[in-house]
Structures are given as structure tokens and as C-alpha cells.
């Protein structure tokens, strides 16, 4: 048997924007605890109760009591059911959520969980609202664990309780943030992003997510289920070959700005561990070559990883390349049979 575990907030339900709301809502009718960061990746643990316990470290020096853990979930959950008796509308599943879970529940080879890092009530009560059935799913929620791994180790541990599994062949975790990319890295076990646009799927990549869909409808689901691996979580360094003397313009210039820019709207660039095979196709044989290593993070122009001929995904620097995010340029020669070796100097940024 295999197991699939889901994601509630941006994966089963579209309640990101009000799950938020009602919890910052909540921190400050309680506590009065205004100007929340919602920035929630910047957090140590992206659970209710991992972000509750940074803010009161944050404000007040000490962790919450379980009075206070307890106050805030009601008042939580009241918000929330606020809002469905005047909004309903703003409760619904992601596409195909209620379906795909029904056709799992009764698919011999596959088993599913539930692993959230909203608390227990007021995961049920979205999902209720969302039309979205659990009834026999085991559930893992911020009322099991501070952090994301704990929920979803908790959620393998109920799996295999609730179907008598003792170990499963395969686990697939279905989330929507850049915790779950990590969560899922740390754990070593299969990833499957779910995003709501362009923007959304890029940063999943940029995390190290292999499979990123829109939504659950896709009608070839078991198949990307069969096909999840393990997150490769991505170096913030990319490369891109260039003639030495273009790589000097650039410098006097100010702005590294090659012929693909204005011929293609972009600037090809590869990962480590693509820039060999870049090189042979492309470069073989050529000389006075440089390859510039750059900081992901400082590169001022939109990065986006698309889809090569063969479907491997690249980095692609959509707009001029500012010199500043240009950390080494490292001479790259050709061998005396005109082919590369990958300089010593990448293989401590492997």
C-alpha cells in the first residue's frame, strides 16, 4: 500500500486568505497583538502553534500557556464561523479536492491522511464549509506537533494505525507552500506542489518541487501520484557560460546584457549539475570561456524555471543581469579533446 497525505489551507480548500484574516484577527482581540508578520515562511515552524509560539517569544519573552493556546483557538474558530454565516462563498475546495479524496478512499493501492498546520477545529470547519469530506481519513493537525515534520510524521504514524500498514511502499505529500517543499525534503519522501498561478509554481521550484499542478482535477492523477519523487532542495547559485570579452563589456557597461535578451526576452542559465551537458552542446570545442556563478537571491530581474526541448527545466533571467549578483567568474577551458570538466571550484557549491 501506498499513502498519500494532503495539505488543508491552499491544497484542499482555498482558505489561505481567510484562514490569515481570522488568525491575525484572533492574536489581536485576545492578546492585542497588532502589526503580525504574514510573511509566514519567515517563521521557524509554519503551524499555528510554531507561529503562535514565535510571536509570543517575539512580544512578550515566553512561550503561550495552554489557557492561552486554547483562548486563541476559540476565538479562531468563531471568527471563522462569523464569516461562514455571512460569506459562505469565501469557503471553497480546490478543484477536483472533494473528488480525488472519494476516488482514493476506495483505491486499492493507495491510502490517504491528512496532515495540517491549522489546528484541528478550525481545519475540520473549513473542509466541512469546502464540501470537502474526510469522514475515515486520519487527521494530523498543529494540536499534534510545533512543527511541520512532527504533523506529518504523526499523520504517517495514524495512517498506518487506521489501514494496519506497517510500513507503506511509497508517501507523497500534496501541499501548497515552501514549507511543505522543505517538510517533504527533510522527511525524504515524494512531493507534489499545488499552485494557483505562475508566480506560486516558480517559487515551489525554486524550492526544489520536481511536480507542481494548479489544482486536483487533473484526470491522470494516480498517474502523478505513481510519478512524485523527493524534493531537490536547489542552491541559490546558477550559472551562465560567456565569452570572456562580453563578461569585460559587461563590466565596463555596468549591466550584463547578451544577444538571447533582446533575440529571446531572456538570459539561459543552467543549475550545477546541468552546466556540463550545457557546455557540450553548446560551447564544445570553444575557447576563452567564462562561467559567471550567481546569487539566485540578488538577481534584481524575474528568474523563472521553463521547460528545455528535452523538458528539463532551466533558470531563465528574464530582464539584465546586475553585475552585483555575479559572486565568482571562474576561467572555463576546454579539454585538449574539446570537451569540459566541471571546474573545482563549482564542486563545493554542489
Keep these: 500500500m501506498k499513502l498519500v497525505i494532503f495539505d ?16 491575525v484577527s484572533a492574536l489581536a482581540l485576545e492578546f492585542g497583538f497588532g502589526d503580525i508578520n504574514t510573511n509566514w515562511d519567515e517563521y521557524e515552524n509554519v503551524t499555528d502553534a510554531g507561529i503562535t509560539q514565535q510571536i509570543f517569544q517575539d512580544r512578550l519573552k515566553r512561550i503561550p500557556s495552554p489557557a492561552e493556546i486554547e483562548k486563541l483557538k476559540k476565538s479562531f474558530v468563531n471568527l ?11 469557503f471553497s475546495s480546490i478543484p477536483g479536492a472533494a473528488k480525488i479524496l472519494a476516488e482514493l478512499q476506495i483505491d486499492s493501492d493507495w491510502c490517504v491522511a491528512i496532515a495540517t498546520g491549522g489546528w484541528y477545529d478550525s481545519a475540520v470547519l473549513k473542509l466541512q464549509n469546502a464540501d470537502v469530506k474526510i469522514k475515515g481519513i486520519p ?7 510545533v512543527s511541520r515534520q512532527d504533523i506529518v510524521n504523526t499523520a504517517i504514524i ?6 494496519k500498514v506497517e510500513d507503506f511502499q511509497k508517501i507523497v505529500f500534496v501541499g501548497d507552500g515552501i514549507w511543505d517543499v522543505k517538510t517533504a525534503n527533510n522527511l ?22 520536481i511536480t507542481v499542478i ?7 492523477f494516480s498517474k502523478i501520484l505513481n510519478n512524485a519523487k523527493v524534493p ?28 538571447s535578451l533582446a533575440n529571446e526576452g531572456f538570459i539561459h542559465s543552467s543549475e550545477i549539475s546541468q552546466i556540463i551537458k550545457v557546455a557540450h552542446r553548446f560551447f564544445l570545442n570553444q575557447k576563452e570561456l567564462v562561467i559567471l556563478v ?30 552585483d549578483a555575479v559572486e565568482q567568474v571562474i576561467d572555463f577551458a576546454p579539454g585538449s579533446n574539446g570537451y569540459f570538466d566541471l571546474p573545482p571550484q563549482l564542486k563545493d557549491l554542489v
Aim: proline fraction near 3%; hydrophobic fraction near 35%.
Design 232 to 259: 531537490q532542495m536547489k542552491s541559490p547559485y546558477i550559472l551562465h557560460i560567456t565569452q570572456r570579452t562580453q563578461w569585460e563589456n559587461a563590466k565596463h557597461n555596468h549591466s550584463y546584457v547578451p544577444d
Design 294 to 323: 550567481i546569487n539566485s537571491n540578488k538577481v534584481k530581474a524575474e528568474i523563472r524555471y521553463e521547460a528545455a526541448e528535452a523538458g528539463e527545466l532551466f533558470p531563465h533571467i528574464y530582464g539584465a543581469l546586475n553585475l
Design 158 to 163: 495514524k495512517a498506518q494505525n487506521t489501514y
Design 8 to 23: 488543508v489551507d491552499g491544497t484542499l480548500t482555498n482558505t489561505n486568505k481567510i484562514d490569515e484574516q481570522c488568525f
Design 80 to 90: 471563522l464561523q462569523q464569516l461562514i454565516t455571512t460569506k459562505e462563498y469565501l
Design 139 to 145: 487527521v494530523a493537525s498543529s494540536d499534534d506537533g
Design 188 to 209: 525524504n519522501i515524494a512531493f507534489i506542489g499545488i499552485a494557483e498561478n505562475q508566480q506560486a509554481t516558480q517559487e515551489l521550484i525554486k524550492a526544489g518541487a
Design 214 to 220: 494548479p489544482d486536483l482535477q487533473d484526470s491522470e
